[in-house]
């Protein structure tokens, strides 16, 4: 057999793995894409063992511990997805910004709106700065299409801005979930609260 | 590595390696495109069965038989709770893909490019003559239990850990919940 053959079938089997992580929203199909990017790798593996008749079955064996390393991903990976469907109530990957960077996400729609409150009171300042001096002169108009986009997925940051703590955008997206149960969400928040913060 | 025959003379095994190959691209494409989430772990089924098809016609049967056992037994069985779990709505749904779609096409299209071309540039005079045997549960056992003993069992340390951790994990979801 040509060894091109399994090689450009994983290669488009990588390549359709790129496009899922990239293009879809679901975690869990996420996950699945990243389950075709392995096994796009596995089946070289197994390919160039047979081709260069490896004495040790380096790729063969090779392939087996990727199949469980996998195996143990997706277990990982679906406990951490549940654990995150049971503090927001949901896996949507787009509304999932509390770990992006705040000043970057929102910075359009505050540097129009409150420009001189914000700037001097935000406490990011090595991140601050580069951005306030590439949107003020004269870049609003090509910031302004992306401020409607965002205000949508980030409405609840953009009113704790002018709060200036640095960790207020991470917090408002936690209350929504409680404020939804607050009856059982009380005995989980004792709970979970220890095991949230390493 | 003989003397590669033509392209164009194709062998059995490169028929059947080819229309395999062809099933699972084609069912990969469907698990990242299709609208029903429940209905892209079913293609991925289908997926990783053509790719234990190709692992058979690569003469390593073992590592199909794991395939079939862990990939589709195991791992689609876990995503598949995983979406009853987090409560994703069966039928149609129209927000799977973010909005960023075109970008990802054009990344992914241009991963295939630079790869396949690649890969075709580089193997195209690579030839494997497939023998039975190669890939047998004897030869794989055998030479995992000789040469590839502590990674093998630093691998089972990983895997309980891993259990471990997706057990705490998931276990204060079990209390919150009742």
């Known amino acids: ?198 | 590595m003989t003397e590669a025959p033509s392209y164009l003379s194709p062998s059995g095994q490169e028929i059947v390696f080819l229309l395999l190959g062809a099933v699972a691209v084609g069912s990969a494409l469907l698990v990242v495109t299709t609208r029903q989430l429940v209905h892209a772990a079913l293609w991925l089924v289908v997926c990783f069965g053509a790719l234990a098809g190709c692992y058979l016609v690569l003469t390593a049967e073992f590592v199909a038989w794991v395939q079939v056992l862990i990939y589709v037994g195991a791992i689609v069985v876990l995503l598949l709770f995983g979406i009853m779990l987090t409560r994703a709505p069966i039928g149609r749904t129209a927000d799977l893909d973010s909005p960023n779609r075109p970008t990802a096409a054009i990344v992914a299209i241009a991963t295939a490019a630079v790869l396949v071309t690649v890969v075709v540039d580089g193997f195209r005079m690579a030839y494997v003559p497939l023998e039975p045997g190669g890939g047998s549960a004897r030869e794989l056992g055998s030479s995992i239990f000789r040469n590839w003993v502590l990674p093998f069992e630093a691998l089972s340390v990983l895997l309980l850990a891993a259990l471990i951790g997706a057990i705490v994990l998931s276990r204060t979801d079990i209390r919150g919940r009742d």
């Open chain 1, 1 to 198: 057999m040509h060894v091109v053959y399994p090689a450009v079938v994983s290669a488009l089997l990588f390549s359709i793995g790129v496009y899922g992580v990239l293009a879809r929203r679901n975690t869990i199909l996420v996950l699945m894409s990243v389950e075709l990017m392995l096994n796009a790798v596995n089946l070289n593996l197994v390919a160039f063992d047979v081709w260069l008749r490896d004495r040790l079955h380096g790729g063969q064996v090779l392939t087996l511990f990727v199949i469980v390393i996998a195996a143990a991903e997706v277990g990982l990976g679906l406990a951490i997805i549940l654990a995150l469907y049971r503090n927001r109530r949901t896996v949507d990957l787009d509304r999932l910004r509390s770990l992006a960077e705040p000043a970057t996400a929102t910075l359009p729609t505050s540097a129009d709106s409150s420009h001189a409150g914000s700037a001097p009171t935000a406490t990011t300042p090595a991140a601050l700065p580069p951005d306030e001096a590439a949107s003020s002169p004269g870049t609003e108009p090509a910031l302004a299409p992306a401020g409607p986009a965002l205000t949508s997925t980030g409405s609840a940051h953009t009113p704790s801005r002018p709060a200036r703590t640095p960790a207020e955008p991470s917090i408002p997206p936690r209350p929504r979930p409680r404020a939804g149960s607050p009856d059982s969400a009380e005995g989980r928040r004792t709970d979970a609260g220890p095991g949230e913060a390493p």
